[in-house]
């Protein structure tokens, strides 16, 4: 019943603006076809799942599947198959883009859009690598072989986040294009994620990995993906580490309002490298995105479950931020923006 759906990996490391990309090209999707997602995050409570479904609305032609936690990028991923097949037979769409997580690996996940169970049903195009060149002189990026990867195998590489950037950060950018050869289809720099649709229909480049055995999930997540639950109270935490990070989630009670820019402060303090997650305020709920410099707070009219995740590069006493976190509440007797 389906055949030669056009599909497109979206890869890039942790910050660098992959959903926000996604959503500028469903802004953009032609009038008639329906577009489907297929997201994967590192963390296990999820976030860009459902912010996509509130940024497509009502509009009836997009379609989104999410997995949280777990990783696509792995031979003989379940999750990977059975969110792929739901996807397929829900939406029959016209095309699919697939955002593994920040820490996946690409060429496990083309191997098997490729391979015989996808290859009749999948003409996979130009996998898309995003990267923030403000990271590319940060060797705990650089070094990482999936970063060194996803780089490697993107068709189109997009430096996002061109607002942002210092005349260091272009040249930087400039420099990696420079490396990469011919090897890419296209290069840009572009802001806010906003890239050209036409480079989904360039076509893929074969290519092998620099380290196909870098990636340390795989089919046993028990051994490399180590989850751990915690309810208190109204509080629920999961917490998991892979391939050098670690993260921490939280489900929150609907009733919890955050004092203003108490959640920075402990970013800033506590080294995390990335938190989102949608949280409730005096003044409504708002989307938080957040990177090392570079902090995002947006109003949301629709109401969602609130929920906070936090990624780090160095193991945290999560115990320690979820108390933090929680003297970020309104009425609590120490806000943690003013503890000593």
Known sequence: MYRDI????????????????????????????????????FGRIGVDGDLMQ???????????????????????????QVGL???????KPDRILIEPTGLGHPAQLIQQLTGPQYGEVIDLRATIGLVDARMLNDPRYTSHPNFQDQLHLADVLIGNKLDCYTEADRDAFYTL????????????MVAHGGFKQAYLDEPRLERTALFPEAHA????????????EHAGGDWYRIEGAADGFYTAGWTLPADTSFVPGCLRQIMV???????????????????INATPGEWSEEALEQQVNPRIELISTDPLD???????????????????????
């Not at 497509?56 to 990977?80: F, R």
């Not at 294009?177 to 840009?188: D, L, P, R």
């Not at 995390?272 to 409730?280: E, Q």
């Not at 115990?319 to 923006?337: D, K």
Request: hydrophobic fraction near 40%.
């Open 6 to 41: 056009p599909t497109n990996l979206i890869t890039g490391f942790l910050g660098t603006g992959k959903t926000t990309a996604i959503l500028h090209l469903l802004s953009q999707a032609p009038v008639g076809q329906r577009w489907a997602v297929l997201v994967n995050e």
């Open 54 to 80: 509130i940024e497509a609305g009502d509009h009836a032609e997009v379609y989104v599947e999410e997995i949280a936690g777990g990783c696509l990028c792995c031979v003989g991923s379940a999750c990977m």
């Open 85 to 91: 097949n739901r996807l397929i037979r829900s939406s």
């Open 177 to 188: 294009v420079k490396a990469q050869g011919s090897a890419k289809k296209a290069a840009t």
């Open 217 to 228: 999930f795989n089919t046993d997540s028990h051994k490399h993906h180590h989850d751990h």
């Open 269 to 287: 303090l506590s080294g995390v490298v990335r938190m989102k997650g949608f949280v409730p305020a005096s003044n409504g709920q708002l989307r």
């Open 318 to 340: 999560w115990r320690v931020i979820e108390r933090q976190l929680r003297e970020c509440v309104e009425n609590q007797a120490a806000p943690a923006a003013s503890r000593k």
